[in-house]
T-cell receptor
């Protein structure tokens, strides 16, 4: 089905382990985003990408790595997971290649990550 | 710092009431403003997007307004229904980045 998907939906990992969250969209949207949602902080932008091979930091990038070798995929890697990275992670996409911003962002269903 | 504030934090109304959710933002140099709905344990669903040059957008029972000069937006829900119960998030776009408010938790009682 068309849309934006995330995997896994739930993940439990231990402190210090590397974990990768996957995001895939079928709309050929140029922009993709990663957010985390925490009680008391709302949704905060981690990283975003304007196109394949173009990424930029958001508000809370420390401890995360992203890549975008293909337009449709935007994986988020926690290099060495910490308890403070326990959160719900949302991927989003928007826009058409070459278009300016001001397009709606469409969100995936989220990944609930617990770091023990 | 670009901040988005939503008032009230929570709202409980009887079914059938019209209601208004408020959103304010500190930096008026916005690209657009988007209202989302989030159900418990779920992702975000886009409700309405207002471009910076627009004053309002309507979709069914929902109407969103934007006043850039005063840094405010309102989401008006007409004839509320129990199915409208959710958290409503306001997000302001600055240069491809969305800044979110903390949300308003709405409960519509039958």
């Amino acid at each position: 089905d068309a849309g934006i998907t995330q995997s896994p939906r739930y993940k439990i990992t231990e402190t210090g382990r590397q974990v990768t969250l996957m995001c895939h969209q079928t709309w050929s949207h140029s922009y993709m985003f990663w957010y985390r949602q925490d009680l008391g902080h709302g949704l905060r932008l981690i990283y975003y990408s304007a196109a394949a091979d173009i990424t930029d930091k958001g508000e809370v990038p420390d401890g995360y790595v992203v890549s975008r070798s293909k337009t449709e995929n935007f994986p988020l890697t926690l290099e060495s997971a910490t308890r403070s990275q326990t959160s719900v992670y949302f991927c989003a996409s928007s826009g058409l290649a070459g278009a300016p911003s001001s397009y709606e962002q469409y969100f995936g269903p989220g990944t609930r990550l617990t770091v023990t | 710092k670009q901040e988005v504030t939503q008032i009230p934090a929570a709202l409980s109304v009887p079914e059938g009431e019209n209601l208004v959710l408020n959103c304010s933002f500190t930096d008026s140099a916005i690209y657009n403003l988007q209202w989302f709905r989030q159900d418990p344990g779920k992702g975000l669903t886009s409700l309405l997007l207002i471009q910076s040059s627009q004053r309002e957008q309507t979709s069914g029972r929902l109407n969103a307004s934007l006043d850039k000069s005063s840094g405010r937006s309102t989401l008006y829900i007409a004839a509320s229904q129990p199915g409208d119960s959710a958290t409503y998030l306001c997000a302001v776009e600055y240069g491809n980045k969305l800044v979110f408010g903390a949300g308003t938790i709405l409960r519509v009682k039958s």
